[in-house]
């Protein structure tokens, strides 16, 4: 994650997509978001950008004090304060009269029709927002207007995202980590293309010197930094720093670190359960005492204060934000053939899918998860899912005889008996690549389609890459000493293996999900388990349909592992992810692709 992003992340912005604009011929009209466009649907935010989508057509855009700008289809135009400007056909046109204009509010958002007959343009406009308290500097030194265009293969991933954006109205902190690679992106152009002699925060960013001291402040901030460190590792002086430090962004190098400590530590106060000691010492306090004088003098009140205020207002916007209910699951207990207690659910009507257990499961815990929810809700539309913990983790028996892939395989089949299922699909994620594969190469007339998402048919112990096993026998090491504790950070080390694209919050959940469904000894244990599964030699006669998936910078899985499954199982095809992240999150565009191209593949 680069500097821009970690600005962007640390804003936790919301967002939504509220008009659905269809113009014609000539027209125009005086644009800007206002109390009225968001009554509806969401609480409006402090601090608005708005943009506006063209999918088809093309559009002036004119700001006082600017030259028009145009924009044609595929692109987007970024207002970052949300200043009054008119969408026109062509400049100097007068911006028509609100009689002129049809409005229509429904389904989620409002309808506008305006102009006159000719030439149709389409535009979905929408807003990223965020408190006051949350707002950066680089905002405040963006340009009024910024402008996308995306060509190619980016084309059609912004049109892809705009259109799930728009028509599946996901939740407001969806559409703003979608948005915010757009503005992101739209943000880095501009820096890019920036005049010499300019100044200021996003000049800071093109800096040499500046951008890698900001790059160390924000990856390091809880360590005792200083000016004559920083300047020695950004390759000048410490005076040349601290003048194009406090020249292009406002203020000293220090006083930007302590701002960023403090923006860590509110996000750490609402995004995790955190007490505040702990959170005091996350971002570099030797005391809580001193970290709540800190916090108090930088946002008007104590720590514990703030975090009771901003759990009441999230609970006040949460009550505008309709969420789509999960069916009910339903929770049951069957016996495997050794006599280990396996607990496995059911939610969902209609043809099944039964999920393969991975590293970790807790089907409790992960109900209504925030790295879950997304899977259970795809799953169960017009379907019903079977979800099971595996033997030694969740609710399934701890201590148990044997922990083995010829176990794990009798685990799916025990559950799958006893629902006396004749027939369903299979989804494996991880680990559970290796057992559906096994079970499918035995029971060919069960499994109907096969989904594989960051699978491998060897563990890594059989894949015997020396960085890999020296890497995963430090993550033993740390997991026999500190996984139980209170202090999640040996757990943190697992996380970021697994979801480095998360937020504080989903990070959270994964770092208390471990803790809570397995002991030391069997996260110890499965992991070596895991480590020497081998199926290599049964993918050849899979016969079931199979679909693979794979994130090309999956962390902990290799992306070659996915090209392996692929390339050896007969006729399965291979769909590869842009993303890093071993458990597909519901904001990422690869979980978009992933959950379009599922569907299609498992239509009767």
Known sequence: MDILDEILSSLRLNGGVVIDGEFSGDYCVLAQFTPDHFAPFFPQPDKLISYHYVRS????????????????????????????????????????????????????????????????????????????????????????LLTLNASGGEAQWLDSSMRFLAEEQPSPEIVARQAELFL??????????????????????????VSRALSIIHKRYAEDLDVEGLAREAGVSRSVLGERF???????????????????????????????????????FASEAAFNRAFKREFGEPPASWRRRIEDEERAIAQHTAVEPLPPQRVHYCTARDGTR????????GPPVVKTA???????YDWDSPLWRHWILEFTRGRSL????????????????????????????????????????????????AVAIAYAVRNPERVRRLIICNGYAQGWARRADPAEVARRQAMLTLTEVGWGSDNAAYRQLFTNHYIPGASPKQMGWFNEMQRM???????????????????????????????????????????????????????AAFVPLESRNHILLEAEP???????????????
């Open 57 to 144: 057509g093309r559009m002036v855009i004119e700001v006082e004090g600017l030259q028009p700008t145009v924009v044609e289809a595929g692109g987007i135009a970024i207002l970052a304060r949300n200043d009054p400007h008119l969408l026109a056909s062509r400049a100097g046109l007068h911006p028509a009269n609100a009689s002129e204009v049809g409005w229509v509010t429904a389904d989620g958002v409002h309808r506008v029709k305006s102009g006159t007959d000719g030439r149709k343009t389409e535009v979905w406009c929408g807003f990223l927002g965020a408190a006051k308290g949350a707002v950066h500097p680089l905002l405040e030194a963006l340009p009024p």
């Open 184 to 209: 992101a992106q739209a943000i880095r152009e501009y820096v890019e293309n920036l005049p010499p002699g300019s100044e200021g925060w996003l000049r800071g960013l093109a800096d040499p010197a």
């Open 246 to 284: 406090a020249e292009l962004l406002g203020e000293p190098p220090m006083r930007y670190c302590a701002r960023w400590r403090m923006r860590i530590a509110q996000n750490l106060l609402r995004d995790t359960d955190e007490n505040t000691g702990n959170i005091a010492f996350a971002v570099g």
């Open 342 to 349: 396996l607990a496995y659910s059911s939610s969902g009507e």
């Open 358 to 364: 991975n590293w970790l499961n807790h089907i409790e």
């Open 386 to 433: 079977v979800r099971y913990d595996e033997r030694g983790n969740g609710l399934s028996d701890w201590n148990t005889p044997e922990l083995s892939l010829e176990a794990f395989v009798d685990d799916l089949s025990s559950v799958v008996e006893r629902l006396e299922l004749p027939t369903f699909d299979l989804l494996a994620i991880s680990q559970g690549a």
């Open 517 to 571: 469904s397995a002991s030391p000894e069997n996260a110890a244990k499965l992991q070596q388990v895991l480590s020497e599964f081998d199926v290599t030699d049964m993918l050849p006669n899979v016969r079931t349909p199979t679909l693979v998936f794979h994130s090309r910078e999956d962390q902990a899985v290799p992306f070659a592992q996915g090209e392996a499954l692929a390339g050896a199982i007969p006729g």
């Open 590 to 604: 690869a979980w978009r692709m992933f959950s379009d191209v599922t569907r299609e593949f498992l239509k009767d």
